[in-house]
Each structure stands twice: as structure tokens, then as C-alpha cells.
């Protein structure tokens, strides 16, 4: 009975994380130069996509539209791309793969989709190429956007042999800003990164007297930050090893698995991190077997606190927990005396404070208004004074369910 529940929440658990669709409102234009509305599957892509699902209304069956199909895209929640068609470095930055040369060596050309920071007269996008590398491209009305060039390189200093970086990109927006008044400095000591860029390019355009649009990606972000994620999740879990008085101790349960349920609120940072509380209960019966045969039931309520590390997929969301437990638990024991065969029942419940760490995997998944993260976790509770039962392991799955 025990496989069978663990199969089939292993597979609820798949369906969730692979089996769901997230469509927004958004817009297309088609290569004529007309611009449809309707519904957009967001991938929360990881590198630039080359094709998606769109559909005019809830009913119809998406189309897969390409790169031959339209000229842009664009979310409702502010995420933006354009094709154009580039030419961009594709050598790959892992120090094993870095030649000797800062020049560029190797390249990918074609069209492709890339997302717009910011739009104007001076325009910036970014393309994440298949090896996460992000390349940032500055677009000039009129002309072919032209890659901002950053390139590692081996290179050898006093006879060392060492890691450079060519940063050719700060000379080609010193070249474009050199009727601007002080930029060159803040070119120089400015870094590659959105941020970073956007601040010169927009400075660019104002210097230069060219209109500027800044893209809605930036609205996505704050907003996200601004509103945190509250639900409710539920657990199932299966307690793999536990120490009782000291004593290693093999589970050998007559209960299968255990549940638990709770609340929770997810605090979102800058970045891709966040702060995820749940406060749940659980409840288990197991029996163990030692030098003493051990029945316990027990019940705790916990509070969850952990950093999340969320790390975008093509089709998914998937993210990383690392956190801390404190709680209160409550437990009944009873004892088996093999050569004796009887059996000893402690006549009140125990009451202890515990703590220990909490590791999570698992991804988001939305399902209209509401936003599922199902997760697998690995849980390691022990008692702050080493009683009956000190400490123990499982194994879990939580699915959680945000409004």
C-alpha cells in the first residue's frame, strides 16, 4: 500500500511540475505588420525563444508561431521581444573553453528574438544564448543591432597564466557618448549588467535628444517584489531513520506515510531570491525496531523559514530551498520487550522543543488565479534535550497552493 501511494504522488507531483500551461495576455505582430491580441504560453524562458504558443481566445488550440511567422511579441506582464537579425561572439565563458585570443573567434548570426530593456532612439537588448551566456546589444534607429562586446580570454601576466576580460563594449558607448559631458567616466567604471547598461543608455538618449521608452520587464519585477504569495500546502512524508535514547534505531513502519497541512507566505527579494515561512503541522505513528521494539505517535507544529533561490526554465520555474525548523512537538511511546514479549506505555505525553534544517526542490506552476509549487523536501529534526527520541530524518513531498 505504501509503494502504491509514493507512485502516485510521484506521479500527481511530475503532472504538476511538466503538465501545465501559463497563458497571458499579450500581442503578436505577424510578418504582414499586423498586431494580434489574444493569450501567450509564457515560458519564463531561460534563453531566448525561438518559437511559441499563442491562441486568440481561452477555446481555441494554441499555434506554434516562429521566427518566419512574427516580428515581435509582447506579455501582458511587460515582457518584450523583437526579432533581428545579429551577429554575436557564441564562444563559451567556462575557463576550460577560453582561447587565447580577446577577439571574438567564433560566431552565431541570424535572426533571432531578442528582449527589449529599453526602446528608443538608442535601444538595448539582451539575447541568452544556448550556453547562459547573455549578450547585450545596443540598436541604433536604422541600423542592425550590434553586439556589446565583453569576452573572457587566457591570457599570461608576468609569466602566470590568468583570466582577462576584453571589455570592448565600453569603448563602443564611449565612441557614441563623445559629445556627452562626463559619461565617459561613468562608462568606465560601470559594469555588464542590465542594470548597469540601462543607466547609460538611457543617459545616452538624453544626452543625445533622442526619445527613450522604457520596457515593462521592470514593471514585472518591482510588482513582484511588492506582492508577496500567501496559500495554504499540504504534505505527505515518510520518516526513514530516527535515534531513540541514544540508540540508532531502523524504521520498519506498520503505518505508511504520515501528512501534514499548513499556511504559508512567500517574501520576494531583489533578484531571484525570496523568503518562504510556512507554519504547519504534522502528525506521525511509526514503529521502529532496536534492542527495544519503539512505537511512537506524535504530533508538531513547525515553523518553516527558508531562503528560495529561484532558477527560470523553459517551461518552468524551478527553485531551490535552503532553511531552518523550530517547533513544538508532543509524543506518546510505548516499548516491546522481545525476550519478555510485554509491553511498557508511557502514561502521559511528552512535550519538547525542537529545531533542525530543511532542503526543498521543486518548481511553480500556474493554474489561472492560482499558483501551485510542488516540492520535494528533505527534513532533519532533533530534540533540544536528548530524551526518548533525539532526532530523526524524512522525506516529503509538499505541494503548495497560493492565492
Not at 128 to 139: A, I, K, P, Q, T
Not at 346 to 354: I, L, T
Request: glycine share 8%; charged share 25%; aromatic share 10%.
Amino acid at each position: 500500500m505504501q509503494k502504491v501511494l509514493l507512485s502516485i504522488l510521484f506521479t500527481l507531483s511530475i503532472s504538476f511540475l511538466f503538465g501545465q500551461s501559463n497563458f497571458l495576455r499579450g500581442k503578436v505582430v505577424i510578418a504582414k505588420g499586423d498586431t494580434i491580441t489574444g493569450l501567450i504560453n509564457d515560458r519564463n524562458w531561460e534563453t531566448n525563444p525561438t518559437q511559441l504558443e499563442f491562441k486568440t481566445s481561452t477555446t481555441d488550440q494554441p499555434k506554434v508561431l516562429g521566427l518566419n511567422d512574427i516580428e515581435a511579441f509582447q506579455l501582458s506582464d511587460g515582457v518584450w521581444f523583437e526579432k533581428h537579425n545579429v551577429k554575436f561572439d557564441n564562444s563559451r565563458e567556462d575557463p576550460n573553453y577560453l582561447s587565447t585570443s580577446r577577439d571574438p573567434e567564433h560566431y552565431a548570426d541570424g535572426n533571432f528574438f531578442l528582449k527589449i530593456h529599453l526602446k528608443g532612439g538608442l535601444s538595448l537588448y539582451s539575447l541568452v544564448d544556448e550556453n547562459g551566456r547573455v549578450h547585450y546589444f545596443l540598436h541604433e534607429s536604422g541600423k542592425n543591432p550590434v553586439e556589446l562586446l565583453n569576452r573572457s580570454f587566457h591570457s599570461n601576466v608576468a609569466g602566470r597564466p590568468t583570466v582577462r576580460t576584453f571589455e570592448g563594449w565600453k569603448q563602443q558607448l564611449v565612441i557614441l557618448g563623445l559629445s556627452c559631458e562626463n559619461i565617459s567616466e561613468r562608462i568606465k567604471s560601470a559594469s555588464y549588467n542590465r542594470s548597469s547598461l540601462e543607466k547609460i543608455v538611457l543617459e545616452l538618449n538624453r544626452c543625445l535628444g533622442t526619445p527613450v521608452m522604457a520596457s515593462a520587464p521592470q514593471a514585472r519585477q518591482q510588482q513582484t517584489r511588492r506582492k508577496p504569495q500567501l496559500g495554504v500546502a499540504v504534505q505527505a512524508y515518510t520518516l526513514y531513520s530516527a535515534y531513540a535514547s541514544g540508540l540508532a534505531v531502523v524504521r520498519t513502519t506498520h503505518d505508511g506515510i504520515n501528512f501534514g497541512a499548513g499556511v504559508f507566505a512567500e517574501f520576494f527579494l531583489k533578484g531571484r531570491s525570496s523568503i518562504y515561512n510556512e507554519l504547519k503541522v504534522k502528525s506521525m505513528a511509526e514503529q521502529y525496531a532496536g534492542n527495544w521494539g519503539t512505537r511512537i505517535e506524535m504530533r508538531t507544529v513547525r515553523l518553516v523559514t527558508a531562503i528560495r533561490e529561484t532558477l527560470p526554465g523553459k517551461k518552468r520555474a524551478f527553485f531551490i530551498d535552503f532553511g531552518i525548523t523550530n517547533g513544538i512537538r508532543k509524543g506518546k511511546f510505548s516499548y516491546v520487550d522481545p525476550p519478555a514479549g510485554s509491553i511498557f506505555s508511557d502514561g502521559d505525553e511528552e512535550q519538547k522543543f525542537e529545531t533542525g534544517v530543511v532542503v526543498g526542490l521543486g518548481a511553480k506552476v500556474s493554474l489561472g488565479k492560482l499558483k501551485l509549487s510542488p516540492r520535494f523536501t528533505y527534513e532533519y529534526e532533533t530534540a533540544v534535550r536528548v530524551e526518548k527520541f533525539d532526532a530523526s530524518r524524512s522525506l516529503g513531498l509538499v505541494i503548495g497552493i497560493g492565492l
